[in-house]
């Protein structure tokens, strides 16, 4: 079973489109991450939410909106693409351990194309 | 805080060895260390927490000096499936969002 997943795995739209990425995590972990990856490989941290919390919101317009309707799930809804918003999104999701361990499982990806 | 990875790529013969660093200007819980295939998702390798330790499996190592606030991943008798990038991820406080550096580019050739 796929631990992290996300769909579609392709996107590709026009500028001023509405589009939503859905990610899903079986893995029973109370929090989840959005990443986005642009075409210079730099990840970066969008959003994260705990138990349906959204616990940091980073510096990313808001045209960009994190939903969780459940702990397993985390969507991202974006208005009004823009051609800098083609990138690789990431899901990801966590569970703290003890000792402060913990490991981050990352979902396959969705390519977002603006055209 | 992004961390500074170093170098930026490197090229290795199978069975060479390489390091991998990754530094921090602000004091860190902890280091993830993950890889990269290209059109995949990270892979997590290994976590490092505070207080200097150093971990293994197989031919891949890691240390985690709290002091200088640096991690260093050690590749050794490369193969060719190690190539990738190679991702540190650096957390200040303890299962927050992972700050990525931009990665080192490892290309194992024949």
């Known amino acids: 079973d796929t631990a992290v997943s996300q769909t579609p795995k392709y996107l590709v739209t026009q500028m001023g489109n509405d589009k939503s990425i859905k990610c899903e995590q079986n893995l029973g972990h109370d929090t989840m991450y959005w990443y986005k990856q642009d075409s210079k490989k730099f990840l970066k941290i969008m959003f994260s939410?705990?138990?349906?919390?959204?616990?940091i919101n980073e510096t990313v317009p808001n045209r960009f909106s994190p939903k969780s309707p459940d702990k397993a799930h985390l969507n991202l809804h974006i208005n009004s693409l823009e051609l800098g918003d083609s990138a690789v999104y990431f899901c990801a999701s966590s569970q703290e351990l003890a000792g402060g361990l913990y490991e981050q499982y990352f979902g396959p990806g969705t390519r977002l194309t603006v055209t | 805080q992004q961390p500074v990875q170093s170098p930026q790529a490197v090229i290795l013969r199978e069975g060479e060895d390489a390091v991998i660093n990754c530094s921090s200007s602000k004091a860190l819980y902890s280091v993830h260390w993950y890889r990269q295939k290209h059109g995949e998702a990270p892979v997590f390798l290994m976590i490092?927490?505070?207080?200097?330790e150093q971990k293994g499996h197989d031919k891949i190592s890691a240390s985690f000096n709290e002091k200088k606030q640096q991690s260093s991943l050690y590749l050794t008798a490369s193969q060719l499936s190690y190539s990738g990038t190679y991702f540190c991820g650096t957390d200040n406080s303890g299962n927050t969002p992972l700050v990525f550096g931009k990665g080192t580019r490892l290309s194992v050739i024949a």
């Open positions: 939410y705990n138990n349906k919390e959204l616990i």
């Open positions: 490092l927490l505070k207080g200097g």
